[in-house]
């Protein structure tokens, strides 16, 4: 979709973006984009949010899973050749302090945490200003009851 218009265009993202395999190196390699010029914000942050309602840029690099994604007049695009890989939560624990049943649990928590899951948790906490512990708690009595 943007191929044709890119070299028309502003792109903004992370400090890494203009150098990194998976930035725009890889955005050419994979797409054949070739934007304008490159900002150096942050990644979906407030800056780059700043930057894409003002005008300042008209492309940028943000995380899928943001909550103010839904209320931005923003247009999405899909990432049909997979050259950005897929963020998926992974929890990480010292192996001298792993159990069976934390394994087990820590399985059960990421099995459930999927994309929508994470969008609308971030969404209550982004949006309608929760409180990010409140948030997790009710999410964690909803699906995960006997723990």
Not at 54 to 60: E, L, N, P, Y
């Amino acid at each position: 979709d943007l191929k044709p218009v890119a070299p028309q265009l502003v792109i903004g993202g992370p400090p890494e973006l203009a150098v990194r395999a998976l930035g725009l190196p890889g955005l050419k390699r994979v797409y054949g984009l070739e934007f304008k010029a490159v900002k150096s914000l942050d990644m979906g942050g407030p800056l780059t949010r700043l930057a894409l309602n003002s005008g300042k840029i008209d492309v940028a690099t943000v995380v899928s899973t943001q909550g103010n994604l839904a209320k931005e007049k923003w247009v999405v695009l899909e990432d049909d050749k997979h050259e950005q890989p897929s963020q998926n939560v992974v929890p990480l624990v010292r192996k001298a302090s792993l159990t069976p049943e934390i394994s087990a649990v820590l399985n059960e928590v990421s099995g459930k945490l999927d994309n929508a899951t994470l969008i609308a948790l971030n969404q209550q906490v982004d949006l309608q200003h929760k409180d990010p512990a409140a948030v997790a708690e009710q999410w964690v009595n909803a699906n995960l009851p006997q723990h």
